[in-house]
C-alpha cells in the first residue's frame, strides 16, 4: 500500500535498539505472546514541527518481524483471531519492519520507526492518526497462529509544549505566565480577573484550549488559537470552590471537565467542554451529598481512565472515591470510603495537599503536609483491595512513604508540589526551610528517594510538573522571584531556569 499520508509524516525509516518512548493515547490491549509478554506500540507527543518523533515496538519477540499499519480512523474489531484497532479502510500507511533485540529470545524485541512532523502547520493541530503492529511470534494465536498484535496506538498531533502558572495573590488580576517548552521562553504573560485567585488549569489534548478555575467559583477559557490568548468565561456561577486545589481534570473522551465547586456547598461538578454541544460550558453533572460525607474538602484526584475521583478531607480524616462513569449504575456515588491512617511521627495536625494516581489507577497516592518542620509522608492505597500499603512491616502501625518506612525516605516539611510518572516515579517537592525537590522509585514496599541535582535554590518550593514526554521535570520556586527550574528526568540534573519575573508564589504548573 502506497505512503499517501501528507508529507510531513513520510518518509519512515526503521531505527534499531530503542529505549520504549511514552504512548500518547493507547486504544486497546494487544495479545499475549511467547514467554508472557505482549508486543507494545508507544510514541513520544506528536507536537507539530516535531523532527524526532518515532513509534516505538518493544516487548516483542526478539529479531521478529512484522507489519505497522497507519490511518485517520479507529476500528474495535478483529482479523485473523487478532484485535484491530485501525479502520481497514481508512490505512494509508502499511509498513514492513524488522525488529532488534536478542534473536529468539521473548520480550526482547524492541525498534523505532522515524515519523518527522517537520513540515506539519498549525492547520494539522488535532489530527488523529491510529496506528497498530502484528508481529511473527511462535506462541501467538493469530491467524491459525504464529502472530501476535500490539495495543492500538492513537496519536492527537498537538501544539508545541508549553508550560502554564498562575498565581493567587492579593488585588483581583493576579499574574500568570505560559513558558514555551522548546526555546524556554515566556509565549505570554498577564493578569486579569480570568487568572483570578486560580486553583486549577488544564490543557485540553490538543493544546488549544486552556481552561482556568478560580476560588470565586468561576471558570475562565483561553483561546490558544491566535499570536495571544483570548480570554473568556465557560461558566462564572459555578459557586464556591473552597480551597480545592488541582481543580480541573478532563475526561476527553466524554468532552466534560470535572472540578469542585457549588453554592452553599462544595460538591463534584461536570462541566461540557464540548464546543459544539448546545450546553457547551453548563454543569452536566453534580454528587450532591459529598461536601456531607467528607467535610472541608481541600483538593481531589482523577483516575487515569476518569472512572473514579478521589477526594479526602482536608484535615487527615477519609479518602473517599466517588464514580465518575455516566455510564454506571453508581454514577456520582461514592463507592469507596477509607480512613486514612495517621501518621506515626504523631503530627497534632495534618493536611492531604495532593492526589494522584498510578499509570495503572490500581493504586492511590495521597500527598500529606505534618504539622511545622515534621517531615512530608506520602500515603498509599490500594484501590482493588482497598486498602492502605505499610512501608516498614516491622512496626506495627501503617506507616507512609517517608521517614518512618524502611528504608526512609528523607522529605522535607511543608510539601505542595506533587506528580507521578507512567514509569511509577513519585515527585515531591516542598517549601519547608531550605526548599526540597525529589524522586521517589517504588519497589514493592521499598521507597528509594534521590533527590534532583539543583544548582538554584530550592527555597520555596512549590510544584512540580512532568512534561508529556516525561522526559523533564518542572519546578516552581520563589525565592523571592519566581522562577521555573527545568530537570532533566533521566538524570535529575538542573538544565535551564526561567525567571518569571514577580515575586509571588504559583498555585498551578501545568504542561500543555
Known sequence: MPNILPAFVVPFALAGLCAPALAQFTTGPGTVGSGGYTPRLSSGQPWIGRSNLTLQIDAAFGGSVGILVMGFSPATTTIGGLPLYVDPASVVVSEFVVLGGSSAVPGAGTGSLALPLTNAGAAFIGLHIFAQAALIDPVGTGFGGGWTASNGLELQLTSRPQLFAASSVGGNADPHWAVNGLSQTLDFLGGSAFTDNVDGAVYSTDGLDLYV????????????????????????????????????????????????????????????????????????????????????????????????AAVPGLLGGSLHLVDTDPASATFLQVVTSSVIPPSTQFSPLTLNVRIRFSTDDLECY??????????????????????????????????????????????????????????????????????????????????????????????????IALNRDQDMLAVAVANPTTSILLFDAATLNEIGAVSLGATVDTTVLVWR
Open 366 to 463: 495521597v500527598l500529606i503536609q505534618n504539622a511545622g518542620t515534621i517531615p512530608a509522608e506520602v500515603a498509599r492505597f490500594l484501590v482493588p483491595a482497598g486498602i492502605w500499603l505499610d512501608h516498614d512491616p516491622n512496626t506495627p502501625a501503617i506507616d507512609h512513604i517517608g521517614p518512618m518506612a524502611s528504608p526512609p525516605v528523607p522529605f522535607g516539611s511543608a510539601p505542595l508540589g506533587f506528580d507521578v510518572g507512567r514509569d511509577g516515579s513519585i515527585y515531591v517537592t516542598g517549601w519547608g526551610g531550605a526548599g526540597f525537590a525529589g524522586r521517589v522509585t517504588l519497589a514493592g514496599t521499598a521507597a528509594i528517594y534521590a533527590p534532583l541535582n539543583a544548582t538554584s535554590l530550592l527555597t520555596n518550593a512549590r510544584h
Open 213 to 308: 478555575s478560580s476560588g470565586f467559583g468561576q471558570l475562565a477559557h483561553a483561546d490558544l488559537r491566535g499570536s495571544s490568548p483570548a480570554w473568556s468565561w465557560l461558566n462564572s456561577s459555578i459557586g464556591s470552590t473552597g480551597v480545592a486545589w488541582d481543580n480541573c481534570w478532563i475526561d476527553r473522551d466524554r468532552q466534560l471537565l470535572w472540578m469542585m465547586g457549588q453554592l452553599g456547598t462544595v460538591e463534584l461538578l461536570a462541566i461540557d467542554i464540548d464546543q459544539s454541544s448546545s450546553s457547551y460550558g453548563q454543569v452536566l453533572h453534580s454528587t450532591n451529598t459529598l461536601s456531607a460525607t467528607v467535610g472541608l474538602i481541600g483538593v481531589f484526584g482523577m483516575n487515569n481512565s476518569r472512572t473514579l
